[in-house]
Each structure stands twice: as C-alpha cells, then as structure tokens.
C-alpha cells in the first residue's frame, strides 16, 4: 500500500477507502464524476484578474495584491499549496505595502473549484494569519463547500503522487 501523505490526520476508515479506490483503480472515476473539467485561467494576468475579483468580492476593505502568480518551486507536500506574503518597506515617507499571492504550479491545469479553494485560503490570510476558527469561519464565507474542497484537492494531489496527472 502506498502511504497517503494528503491524508495524514483522517480517521483511518477515510484512509482504508481511499486506499481501497487506488488498489481498484477508481480514484481517477471519483474524482472525474465530480470535477470533470479544467479551467481556463493560465496566464500569470487571468490568475491575478480572477483572485481580485474574488478578494473584492468579499475583502474589499483588505490592502491590494501586488502580485498573484503560480509558482512552480512551491513543493506541495512540504510546503504549502500556495503562499501568501505581505511585506511592508518605508520609502521616503510613505509606508508601501506588498501583499503577494502564490499558487502551487500545480494547479495550473484543474478544476477551477481547486484553484478557489486555494485562492480563498490565500486570501483568508490576508485578514488571519493563524489557521484558526476565525479563519476558517472566514474561508467558508467565501467558499461555502470550502472545507469538501479541501478534502478533495487532498484526494486530486493523491491522485498525482501515487497513480499520475489526472488531467
């Protein structure tokens, strides 16, 4: 049996079906059935038009982006699925704010409903740093099925690491 990174943390009845999807090959079906096409949003521009709508949508009153972009050297399993950081320099005398978003390159190519979950989250930390009930309370405003999402990029990056690229 392959050992489930994404899924470290979850009952172990959770574990034994996903274990069981892999050994009948019918991860990739699951997964299909409710995600079955990818989304458009490439380019570096696209990624940042589709996160500032999102941010203004629900964080209007939060600082600006500076930058979102997908990062290819964000190690998903070690890391994070994408990073968000906010940095602060004084330039004469103004106080210039730099709030960046990056997305793991490997959600460049899926399901849309991945890439906002992951945007969301990034965006949650604009306004909580820690991983707490008030920031989750925060993502599920944005994204009502939020923590399914969750879930589910745990079972697509499964997907990738034991059977291959689902799309």
Do not use: W
């Amino acid at each position: 049996m392959h050992e489930l990174h994404y899924l470290a943390g979850y009952p172990p009845q959770v574990i034994s079906r996903i274990q069981t999807l892999l050994s009948r090959n019918q991860l990739s079906a699951v997964i299909l059935s409710t995600y079955p096409t990818v989304h458009d949003i490439i380019s570096a521009q696209a990624l940042y038009d589709y996160t500032r709508a999102i941010k203004n949508e629900y964080l209007r009153s939060s600082p600006s982006l500076s930058k979102v972009v997908y990062d290819g050297k964000i190690n998903v399993l070690n890391n994070a699925l994408g990073l968000h950081s906010s940095l602060s320099r004084v330039q004469g005398h103004k106080l210039k704010a730099k709030n960046e978003i990056r997305i793991a390159s490997v959600f460049k190519r899926g399901p849309v409903e991945f890439l906002k979950m992951i945007v969301v989250h990034e965006l949650a930390h604009m306004r909580e740093k820690e991983h707490n009930k008030a920031f989750y309370s925060l993502c599920a405003h944005m994204e009502p099925s939020y923590h399914q999402l969750e879930f589910d990029v745990r079972l697509y990056l499964t997907h990738i690491d034991v059977v291959g690229p689902l799309y």
